[in-house]
């Protein structure tokens, strides 16, 4: 499932700074896809779609040990994620 986030995600997860906010982001978006964090930016909305790995998962879910390598800074969309409640450590995207 691709993963939405907002700037404010972003600096969270420690991919941008809060200086970036200066910064257009049309162009934050642009360097993000060259460095294959995002796929996709809503300019509209200004909403970022996080990059996935070839089998859909997301860029920061463990392939082994199936937890969320970035779980205390995991973007807003997670942290509300509704179907499945808070499990410490793991995603919300994957099946118990
Ligand atoms: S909880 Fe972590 S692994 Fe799961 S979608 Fe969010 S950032 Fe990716």
Same mark, same amino acid.
């Given at each position: 499932?691709?993963?939405?986030?907002? /700037? *404010?995600?972003?600096?969270?997860? @420690? /991919?941008?700074?809060?200086? *970036?906010? !200066?910064? !257009?982001? =049309? =162009?934050?978006?642009? !360097? #993000? =896809? =060259?460095? @294959?964090?995002?796929?996709?930016?809503?300019?509209?909305?200004?909403?970022? +779609?996080?990059?996935?790995?070839?089998?859909? *998962?997301? #860029?920061? #879910?463990? +392939?082994?040990?199936?937890?969320?390598? /970035?779980?205390?800074?995991?973007?807003?969309?997670?942290?509300?994620?509704?179907? /499945? @409640?808070?499990?410490? @450590?793991?995603?919300?995207?994957?099946?118990?």
């Amino acid at each position: 499932m691709p993963v939405e986030v907002k /700037i *404010d995600d972003l600096i969270r997860m @420690g /991919i941008l700074s809060d200086f *970036d906010r !200066q910064e !257009q982001p =049309k =162009k934050l978006a642009r !360097q #993000l =896809k =060259k460095e @294959g964090i995002i796929e996709h930016f809503n300019f509209k909305n200004e909403v970022f +779609t996080l990059s996935r790995m070839a089998n859909d *998962d997301c #860029l920061y #879910l463990d +392939t082994v040990s199936r937890r969320c390598t /970035i779980y205390a800074l995991r973007p807003d969309t997670c942290r509300n994620h509704p179907k /499945i @409640g808070p499990r410490p @450590g793991y995603c919300p995207y994957q099946p118990r």
